[in-house]
């Protein structure tokens, strides 16, 4: 079981910028890593994901040119640089893993192991 633990959220203006990461542990060799995000009252979307191998991305419309997220093999750690933020980018955000080495683009890969969840919360 691969165990992912999250930081890097907070309150912050919007405009402003947040950094996420996850660490990832224990478990078998995983494909890529997703961010995923919830809002209240809103179901779980997909925002970003990165293959380990190659470092291919995949990025939600939402977020597409303001998130930016990369990935330090050597300390199994993945990355959500989030810049711009808007009060909409309010939300719990997940990382999560998946094993999936389907032809599925990232954002259609089954992920197995997620995160704790760390919140966001942008002010107008």
């Known amino acids: 079981q691969v165990r992912l633990v999250e930081s890097g959220g907070g309150l912050v203006q919007a405009g402003d910028s947040l950094r996420l990461s996850c660490v990832a542990s224990?478990?078998?060799?995983?494909?890529?890593m997703g961010w995923f995000r919830q809002a209240p009252g809103k179901e779980r979307e997909f925002v970003a994901a990165?293959?380990?191998?190659?470092?291919?991305?995949d990025y939600a419309d939402s977020v597409k040119g303001r998130f930016t997220a990369s990935r330090d093999v050597a300390k199994n750690t993945v990355f959500l640089q989030m810049n711009s933020l808007k009060p909409e980018d309010t939300a719990v955000y997940y990382c999560?893993?998946?094993?999936?080495?389907?032809?599925?683009?990232?954002?259609?890969?089954?992920?197995?192991?997620w995160g704790q969840g760390t919140q966001v919360t942008v002010s107008s």
């Open positions: 999560a893993a998946t094993h999936d080495g389907s032809t599925r683009p990232l954002r259609r890969k089954a992920y197995n192991n």
């Open positions: 990165i293959r380990w191998a190659g470092g291919d991305t």
């Open positions: 224990g478990g078998t060799f995983t494909i890529a």
